[in-house]
Structure formats: C-alpha cells, structure tokens
C-alpha cells in the first residue's frame, strides 16, 4: 500500500518568511496530493490540491509543487502570518478500482511567531 | 462549519466496552470516510462507503466494523475496547469518493479508562 512521509514535524518561522514542507510517497501509481491544514482543536481543512497531470499550483500564498519523477511534493507558503500556526498533513491517493483511499503523512506542526 | 454532523462530540467508556459512533455526511454527498487520529500516529484512514456500499479498508482493526444506511448517514462500531484506541475520530464525507475533497465532521473525542 501507499506510505507517505512528511518532513520536518515541526517548523518555526519568523512572521513575514516562508515555510516549506515536504513529503515523499511510495506508490508511483498515486495521482491526487491534496494538503490539509488542522488548526488547534478543530478539523483538517483543505488548503490546496494537485494532480499528477500538473507540476505545480499556485493559490495566493500557497503553492504545491508535484515532482514524479522522485515521487515528492511540497507545500510552500509564503510572507507567513500568525493565522498560519497549524499541523499541515500531505496526502497521497491513488484510484484502484476506481475508489480512492488517501493516505496522510505524519503531520507537520506549524508555528509562526510574531 | 463543514455540514458533516458527527456525535456524540465526547465518549468516556471503560475497556471492554462498545461504543457507536455517528456521522451524517453533507447533503447530496455520496461518500463516507472514517479516520482515526491518535497523538503518535496521525490520520489513519479506516474504511470508505460509497452509497451504501463499503468501497476501500485501510488499517481497520477486526473489532471495529461501520456501516453506511440508505438514508447515507454512517455508523463506525467499536468493540472489546482496550486503552490504546482512545483517539479522535473523524468521519468526513465527499461527493462521490473519486480523489476529491473530503469535508470533515469534528470529530468524536473517544477516552478508554
């Protein structure tokens, strides 16, 4: 099956620099990566999604950037605020059979301080 | 709010006992996906239905078993409860189960004593 690694678990950043988390799947079949963001007690919420048909995507301060060939992406945010303190979680699914079933990586715990 | 309806929102139970957990999917969605989030192990993916019809199994355990009724809303049975299934579980729902996104509930805060 699908195994997702994400790195680092944790990242500090000054407000204003910009965060980059990275992740490496397994299955080369896996063509959809969405990332989640988890604020403090509340449920993960979509940021962003690509698929294996494009390499990068590109959403005010965020952008994912999809490279098959060595089966990573990353997440990239940009000019960093408070607001962006959160657990990021990459993603990985492949369709068999048509279904998908998304395999999360571990986490990435986000702090941005003023 | 996401539209996905999960409850209770907290369960304090004993090992050994069974637990139900509920989740109603937002409106007009077809899939249903049920995950567990301990400390140690984030999101672990435990069973996907599609209409009624159970579609993907990930890392479920044998004393766990779900259900989706005709009416889409979903049900996750826990049973023979130890102490290392304490965890917040998720159900989360989507259009039609096919790489999309997946809203989630908030969650059932489950505490094994």
């Known amino acids: 099956g699908e195994n997702v690694e994400q790195h680092p678990s944790t990242l500090s950043v000054q407000e204003g620099d910009s965060a980059v988390i990275k992740c490496t799947y397994s299955?080369?079949?896996?063509?959809?990566f969405p990332w989640y963001k988890q604020e403090l007690g509340k449920r993960p919420q979509l940021i962003i999604d690509?698929?294996?048909?494009?390499g990068e995507k590109k959403d005010q301060r965020i952008a994912v950037t999809l490279n098959k060939t060595a089966k990573h992406f990353s997440l990239h945010i940009t000019e960093t605020q408070p607001e962006d303190s959160a657990v990021y979680f990459c993603?990985?699914?492949?369709?068999?059979?048509?279904?998908?079933?998304?395999?999360f990586g571990a986490g990435t715990q986000v702090v941005v301080t003023p | 709010d996401s539209g996905v309806t999960q409850t209770p929102k907290h369960l304090i139970t004993a090992t050994g006992q069974r637990v139900t957990l509920r989740c109603s999917p937002r409106?007009?969605?077809?899939?249903v996906y049920w995950y567990q989030q301990s400390l140690d192990q984030g999101l672990q993916f435990l069973i996907q239905?599609?209409?009624?019809?159970?579609?993907a199994k990930g890392n479920i355990l044998e004393r766990f078993s779900a259900q989706q009724f005709p009416d889409l809303h979903s049900e996750l049975n826990l049973s023979s409860l130890e102490l290392g299934d304490s965890a917040l579980y998720f159900c989360?729902?989507?259009?039609?189960?096919?790489?999309?996104?997946?809203?989630f509930g908030s969650g059932t805060q489950l505490s094994v004593l």
């Open positions: 993603a990985a699914s492949m369709t068999t059979d048509s279904w998908g079933k998304l395999q």
């Open positions: 239905y599609y209409n009624g019809e159970e579609r």
């Open positions: 409106s007009g969605d077809l899939s």
């Open positions: 299955d080369s079949a896996s063509n959809y």
């Open positions: 989360a729902s989507s259009v039609q189960g096919l790489n999309e996104k997946l809203f």
């Open positions: 690509i698929r294996s048909n494009v």
